[in-house]
């Protein structure tokens, strides 16, 4: 028989209870960690394979740089084939249209219409203690940053895309990121940011 904190959900794999899902999260260290934790936690819960569950966004943004940049949310692609609202539901979740809402786990869900809009070869997988969760890729979250600063006029996003440039400068595959600008006519604000970092390097 399975542990008592554990119940299943149409037949596949034991599904963690709420009071175990509210200890795992209330005890994290801080807000990221509350929310990487929880990814994770759901990301099992849902039997999602490497490619089918991706934080994405600002998210993907948060976990990458430990916190140093922070969103309220989680935001999610998911194209598996669990039904994602019985998992919530057992996790007393609250549903506001696309959004999945616990105050007193302080987590909020963004399910972002599939599919996933970047090459999902070039995601990386985040290993827990709670789970894998499958990151968005670096090079598609800096060249989104830059069109959201030059074509949607938030200049801030530009900030995020140096965080992670700085952050990851030598796995970046930046023939990729190139060409990826081009095709959002961003090319300006890369050269922009690849000046950055060479001024950064020598200093």
Known sequence: MSPGWIRRIDGREPLVAYREVEAIVSGAPSPTER?????????SALGASETEFVVVGG????????GQYTTG????????????????????????GRIWLN??????????KPP??????RTQALETPYGS???AALEDLIVKRLASAKHWRRPHDADHAQLLAAGY????QWAYV????????????LAALRRWLADRRRM
Not at 116 to 121: A, I, K
Not at 169 to 172: H, Q, T
């Open 59 to 66: 998210s993907a943004i948060e976990f990458y740089t430990r």
């Open 116 to 121: 996933y809009t970047g090459d999902l070869t």
């Open 103 to 112: 105050e007193r786990l302080g987590i909020v869900l963004d399910f972002v």
């Open 178 to 189: 190139e060409r990826l600008a081009a095709q959002y006519d961003v090319e300006d604000l």
């Open 35 to 43: 929310r990487l934790r929880f990814a994770a936690l759901l990301a």
């Open 73 to 96: 949310d989680v935001d999610v692609v998911y194209t598996g084939r669990t039904e994602v609202s019985k998992v919530l539901l057992e996790w007393r979740f609250v549903r506001q």
């Open 169 to 172: 400068e030598d796995r970046i």
């Open 133 to 135: 969760i499958r990151l």
